[in-house]
């Protein structure tokens, strides 16, 4: 039981560090987008670079829709009392 904690605990933290990594490929596409150098960092043309890119955030967004479903968000309500005659 140890053992299977351990490993996930592992593979957590291999999949928080690859999320990382990913934001950083993204920041450096950014930084040369901005320099106007992106043929520096891939051998894409600036079309399929773009279509990657807008796979990218539409696999984002799904994720981000589908781990939402699953949020339980705690609702908060109001409603009127009687105001104390006290």
């Known amino acids: 039981m140890i053992q299977i904690t351990r490993t996930e605990r592992l593979t957590k933290t291999y999949s928080e560090q690859q999320l990382a990594e990913l934001l950083e490929i993204l920041d450096h596409l950014h930084?040369?987008?901005s320099e106007g150098r992106t043929d520096a960092l891939t051998a894409m043309n600036k079309r399929e670079l773009i279509a990657f890119l807008r796979e990218v955030i539409y696999?984002?967004?799904?994720?981000i829709t589908e781990i939402d479903k699953t949020v339980c968000y705690r609702q908060?309500?109001?409603?009127?009392?009687?105001?104390?005659?006290?």
Request: negative net charge.
């Open 31 to 33: 930084s040369a987008a």
């Open 59 to 63: 696999t984002a967004e799904e994720t």
């Open 76 to 86: 908060t309500s109001l409603r009127l009392v009687e105001k104390s005659t006290a």
